[in-house]
């Protein structure tokens, strides 16, 4: 089966990981046709292992190659291009597009919760965010991806294990 993966947290904050030795790591547990796209942690592999095994195992081997609590979302490729397909809001040159991964759909929905509580906060009207199956839609003007009261939200510290955010277009691509 392919699948994509996406690591959190990597490339930022001290966190280095060499995509020629993710790649490495990955094929070391086993994981075939690994490719990396740019140098955030988005890969795509072939395994017949089914993705509840899979998550484990590869955080497993990433703590341990590279010295740091690992977190990732696997997909199978089909629920990626669903994810992309599902995008809810127009593309508007002025705003990006991003999906939330989440590890579970109450991730999800508590991520959609604290949104509604975030959208009568100042500058809250100039993004939206929407739920979809264990994903979260979220468009943001342009140079505020750190500074919305929705980017608050993600950025607290309960979400950091559970949720990795990645640009629809990177998406796209790695379909």
Known sequence: MDYAMFLRGINVSGVRVPMPELRD????????????YLQTGNVTFSS???????RPMIEEALTSTFGYEAHVQVL??????AVVAGYPFPAEP????????CATDQVAADLVDLAQTAAHEPGGDRER???GTS?????????????TPFS?????RRFRATTTNRNLNTLEKML
Do not use: F, N
């Open 94 to 101: 002025d705003h990006h597009r991003y999906a939330i991964l």
């Open 76 to 81: 199978p490729r089909a629920e990626l291009a």
């Open 48 to 54: 017949a292992e089914q993705p509840r095994a899979l």
């Open 25 to 36: 790591c990955l094929a070391d547990v086993g994981l075939d046709d690994v490719r990396t």
């Open 135 to 147: 994903v979260v839609y979220w468009s943001c003007p342009k140079g505020s991806t750190l500074s």
């Open 129 to 131: 965010v929407a739920a």
């Open 152 to 156: 608050k939200v993600l950025g607290q």
